[in-house]
């Protein structure tokens, strides 16, 4: 199952590569993704199976066409955005506030500035989402919990320039920083900007008659 979304200013597609590691999976996974920001992304994986990740609203559904099975994914943290995964991450503090979070702490030190956003929800488990800028550019995201665990980290590299936007296309996640971690490193090729996504593509719709299974995520 591919572990991605995203919170970005601009309309992307492209190729991706993401090799998984943990203790009870090791993995690679390969397609292409398609992204309307701030509320639409569609995966379309081509590699080891056929299978489609997207989302409506704050929901993610997974379909597998050739065994005809649906998916609709709950997060443990349902009640904010899960940015420490962002594929392309172009922020603005609108765009994080319009997701719930709001600008608690700002810090500057040696040319790093770090930023804390914080769920309006009271309910979230979640305290910050915290997010590091180095050379202007984000270096890391971090997912922190209510008692101070670092439970997602995404860290960016290999900037390029598409469309005037500086694109990370190196991305590697961390998940469980402080029991059994899994690791997916992100590589992403032929990236281009495009006015609209096709209607295929941004209208996506798992056929009616297939049951839709929950998945904890």
Same mark, same amino acid.
């Given at each position: 199952?591919?572990?991605?979304?995203?919170?970005?200013?601009?309309?992307?597609? &492209? $190729?991706?590569?993401?090799?998984?590691?943990? +203790?009870?999976?090791?993995?690679?996974?390969? &397609?292409?993704?398609?992204?309307?920001?701030?509320?639409?992304?569609?995966?379309?994986?081509?590699? !080891? %199976?056929?299978?489609?990740?997207?989302?409506?609203? =704050?929901?993610?559904?997974?379909?597998?066409?050739?065994?005809?099975? &649906?998916?609709?994914?709950?997060?443990?943290?349902?009640?904010?955005?899960?940015?420490?995964?962002? $594929?392309? !991450?172009?922020?603005? =503090?609108?765009?994080?506030?319009?997701? &719930?979070?709001? $600008?608690?702490?700002?810090?500057?030190?040696?040319?790093? $500035?770090?930023?804390?956003?914080?769920?309006?929800?009271?309910?979230?488990? #979640?305290?910050?989402?915290?997010?590091?800028?180095?050379?202007? #550019?984000?270096?890391?995201?971090?997912?922190?919990?209510?008692?101070?665990? %670092? %439970?997602?980290?995404?860290?960016?590299?290999?900037?390029?320039?598409?469309?005037?936007?500086?694109?990370?296309?190196?991305?590697?996640?961390?998940?469980?920083?402080? +029991?059994?971690?899994?690791?997916?490193?992100?590589?992403? =090729?032929?990236?281009?900007?495009?006015?609209? #996504? !096709?209607?295929?593509?941004?209208?996506?719709?798992? !056929?009616?008659?297939?049951? #839709?299974?929950?998945?904890?995520?």
């Amino acid at each position: 199952m591919l572990n991605l979304s995203f919170v970005v200013i601009a309309t992307f597609t &492209g $190729l991706f590569t993401q090799i998984n590691v943990s +203790k009870i999976q090791n993995d690679t996974v390969k &397609g292409r993704f398609y992204m309307n920001p701030p509320s639409y992304y569609l995966m379309h994986v081509n590699y !080891p %199976v056929d299978q489609v990740l997207f989302n409506r609203g =704050d929901t993610t559904f997974i379909y597998y066409p050739e065994t005809r099975e &649906g998916f609709k994914l709950i997060s443990n943290y349902s009640n904010s955005p899960e940015v420490s995964k962002s $594929l392309i !991450p172009v922020f603005k =503090d609108e765009y994080l506030t319009k997701l &719930g979070m709001i $600008l608690v702490k700002s810090d500057y030190k040696n040319g790093v $500035l770090t930023k804390y956003y914080s769920p309006t929800d009271s309910k979230s488990k #979640l305290k910050f989402i915290k997010i590091v800028y180095k050379n202007h #550019l984000i270096n890391r995201i971090e997912v922190i919990d209510r008692d101070n665990n %670092v %439970v997602k980290r995404s860290v960016y590299g290999n900037y390029k320039r598409v469309n005037n936007r500086n694109i990370p296309m190196r991305i590697k996640n961390y998940s469980r920083i402080n +029991k059994d971690s899994a690791v997916s490193q992100i590589d992403y =090729d032929s990236v281009i900007y495009r006015e609209k #996504l !096709p209607d295929s593509i941004e209208n996506y719709k798992i !056929p009616p008659e297939i049951k #839709l299974k929950e998945m904890k995520w």
